[in-house]
């Protein structure tokens, strides 16, 4: 009889210890990555600059207006076709954005990265191994009757590539460079903020993803910073860097810069990359592991940054090369890559 009721005791006790471990999951979830030492607690931090505004003899225009005018993007067929914020890129237009992707990808593989084309729709698992849900499931585009989502950016599907492996320390830093269409409910405030290509629900980035030991992913961090810089550079358009305050961070990021590119007809710093490091925080939920030369598993470091993302950068080329005549001058880095040969 005793050993009956003993059984009776733990079968209730065991059910009450799954509550409360739920519970305690269903808190630990929401608490975001802990800032690094030398992050700034409520104020960023302009770290670096590059590059000088552009001095116009004529009067500029905005790149939303060169693109009415020209055709190189619709934004009314956009409308028609999907809603307001999902652009249409024509002509010269869809060419530009094309040569910025292939030009961004070639450049990065040069560099050492890995090529991957993921798919565009990634699991609930996915998403929460980067740390993307729960806090912004409402923001993401979701296909309720898979319970799938569209990518809310190329780091998804690409840090998801080693979901629970375990990988060899020598064969660290493993570094990889992707393109994905993104997509997003959310898309800014209202007025001025959504017109053109400043804000939209759709739109095309390359991303940079690295797997690191814990000792390195600092150095690797500033490493990928400087490969994101380098293709502003190329592009010969004006940018500074910001080192993000604690407050202005993402959920998984422990330290992340900022890149803005100079829009020279607002005077406007326009984001274009985030990079960022995590630590093992992504890797502990993806389940990402390396196996230690001295022997043992731990954690690998997972760091991401766009390289870069193109709506912003499209701006930028558009206004900084533009012509009195209304034309736009194509930078050289991209001129072999928007060659009509067919």
């Not at 024509?90 to 060419?95: D, E, K, M, N, V």
């Not at 989502?149 to 492996?165: D, G, K, M, Q, S």
């Not at 570094?175 to 993104?182: E, R």
Request: aromatic share 10%.
């Amino acid at each position: 009889q005793q050993s009956k009721s003993l059984g009776q005791d733990i079968k209730s006790i065991e059910k009450e210890l799954r509550q409360i471990e739920q519970h305690l999951n269903e808190v630990m979830i929401w608490i975001p990555n802990i800032p690094h030492s030398s992050v700034p607690l409520t104020e960023s931090i302009i770290v670096k600059e590059w590059g000088e505004k552009r001095e116009f003899d004529f009067e500029p225009l905005s790149c939303f207006d060169i693109c009415k005018s020209s055709g190189m993007v619709d934004f009314n067929a956009g409308t028609k076709m999907a809603g307001t914020n999902f652009p249409c890129y024509i002509g010269l237009g869809a060419r530009l954005e094309r040569a910025l992707i292939n030009f961004m990808l070639n450049t990065h593989i040069k560099k050492g990265y890995i090529e991957v084309f993921p798919p565009f729709i990634v699991n609930r698992d996915a998403m929460f191994g980067t740390g993307q849900i729960p806090k912004m499931e409402e923001d993401m585009y979701r296909i309720e009757k898979d319970d799938l989502f569209l990518n809310p950016t190329a780091e998804v599907p690409l840090i998801n590539l080693h979901r629970n492996e375990t990988l060899i320390e020598d064969k660290l830093p493993l570094k990889y460079v992707g393109y994905t269409a993104c997509f997003r409910r959310e898309a800014g405030s209202y007025g001025k903020e959504t017109k053109g290509l400043k804000r939209v629900h759709q739109f095309n980035k390359v991303e940079l993803i690295k797997f690191t030991t814990p000792e390195t992913s600092y150095t690797e961090l500033e490493t990928m910073l400087t490969d994101a810089e380098n293709i502003l550079k190329m592009l010969g358009i004006p940018y500074r860097v910001r080192l993000l305050a604690a407050n202005d961070m993402s959920f998984a990021s422990t330290k992340t810069y900022d890149i803005e590119v100079l829009a020279p007809v607002t005077g406007e710093y326009l984001e274009v990359s985030s990079v960022s490091n995590s630590e093992a925080f992504q890797a502990r939920r993806c389940g990402v592991r390396y196996k230690k030369k001295s022997g043992g598993t731990a954690f690998v470091h997972i760091l991401n940054g766009s390289g870069l993302a193109t709506p912003r950068t499209f701006m930028a080329v558009v206004e900084n090369y533009q012509n009195k005549d209304g034309t736009i001058s194509i930078p050289v880095v991209l001129k072999a890559y928007m060659e009509k040969k067919l």
